[in-house]
Every structure is written in C-alpha cells, then in structure tokens.
C-alpha cells in the first residue's frame, strides 16, 4: 500500500546505544517531518525537512540527528540513548512547505531504553 | 504558533452527533484551523481543514464562526469506531507546512 513506511516497529535500546528510525515515503511529498509522541499526551515535532537536501529543528531536538537521504527517505537518529527517548516515534511527510496539503503519518515506531 | 485548547475527553452514544470545540484566541490571518484523528497504535490521520465559516466532507464538518478564535468539529451520528483522539491545530499551513503544535487532543469514547 502507498504511504508512509517506518522501520522498525518495535525496538527496545539499553542506554548508550545508537540507534537510527528508518521512514519511506511513496506519495511524493516534499517535506517531512519526526514526531515523537509520549503517554496521553500530543505529538511534539523534533525534525522536519521542508524539501530534499535541508533540515531544521522542531520543538525537541535535543539528543537528535537527522538525514534526508533523498526525498523518499528521512532518518532519524539517536547517537546516545537515554531512558528520556523512551517513546512512541512517528514519521509524516505533505506537500511542498507554501501549500496546506495535510500530512500524511506512518504508524509508529515504539521504542524503549532501558 | 496559535495556541489551542480543547477538552480533554468526551463521551458519546452510538447514533448520536458529537461536537468538539477548540479555543485558538491568538489565531492569525494566515493561520488554517485543522482537525486529526489518531486511533490507539497509529498515527494521526487528516480528517478535515478550513479557514472561515462552514467546511463538510464525508466524515465530518467544521463551523468556524466569523472571529475565529474557535472552531467546532461535528461528527455526525457516531459509531464505536469513532472512538479515538482528536486534535485541533492552528497555524500557517501555506508557510510553516508541518511546523504545527498538536496540543493533548480530546479523547472520545463512543459506546454502544
């Protein structure tokens, strides 16, 4: 099926490890976008790449690194994890930043740090 | 980016039309009001987008009234699988693209 694909589903890190989220787009969307999503609460924006070959800081950037490999790819990468990351990842791509097409969301990558 | 508050829960019978209100005083003239719905072990899916007045689609409709600093997301005559979280977003969409605040959402419980 046609959307966003993460990798992996599940993956459980001991502290110090590293560790990077794979995300695939088919929709030809421009920008993308890394969320992360704790219990009962809403989704807060680490990363997102507004067009292939450029990145910026979202709202929690802090223990992070990401890579638009290209414009179907977008990686995120934890170089040091912290029970913190603890979290439940997404991954979400729209179109081109300057139009209000909506975002279309992969479901999930669920990570622990122990 | 516009602040939004909506409650934080709801609960419904099955047939019946919920409404959703959200609060966004701040709202800017180039801010478009937008509404998700993300079920448990998934993520968020578009449900609908407007900018004045009334907007429907198939799912659902949402009223925004003439100042804008609120908006209400209708279902109409809900169903158990409407029971998810709902979150209402402000902000530039034509120039910040995904840089939008999800607040907690509202979580609906629908029952039989």
């Known amino acids: 099926n046609a959307g966003v694909t993460q990798t992996p589903k599940f993956q459980v890190l001991k502290t110090g490890q590293s560790m990077t989220l794979q995300c695939a787009q088919d929709m030809n969307h421009n920008s993308m976008y890394w969320y992360r999503q704790d219990p009962g609460m809403g989704l807060r924006l680490i990363y997102y790449?507004?067009?292939?070959?450029?990145?910026d800081k979202g709202e929690v950037p802090n223990g992070y690194n990401v890579s638009r490999l290209n414009k179907r790819e977008f990686s995120l990468r934890l170089e040091s994890a912290a029970p913190s990351q603890t979290s439940v990842y997404f991954c979400?791509?729209?179109?081109?930043?300057?139009?209000?097409?909506?975002?279309?969301f992969g479901d999930g990558t669920r990570l622990s740090i122990l | 980016l516009a602040k939004t508050t909506q409650p934080i829960s709801m609960d419904s019978y099955e047939g019946q039309e919920v409404n959703i209100t959200c609060s966004h005083n701040n709202i800017a003239t180039n801010d478009y009001i937008t509404w998700y719905q993300q079920f448990p072990s998934q993520g968020p899916r578009f449900i609908i987008q407007?900018?004045?007045t009334k907007v429907t689609n198939e799912v659902a409709s949402l009223f925004i009234p003439a100042d804008r600093k609120s908006s209400t997301l209708s279902l109409p005559r809900v169903s158990l699988s409407d029971t998810a979280v709902y979150y209402c977003l402000v902000g530039d969409v034509y120039n910040q693209g995904g840089k939008l605040i999800f607040g907690q959402g509202t979580e609906l419980s629908v029952k039989p």
């Open positions: 790449s507004a067009s292939e070959g450029t990145t």
């Open positions: 979400a791509g729209s179109g081109t930043v300057g139009s209000n097409q909506p975002q279309h």
């Open positions: 407007g900018y004045k």
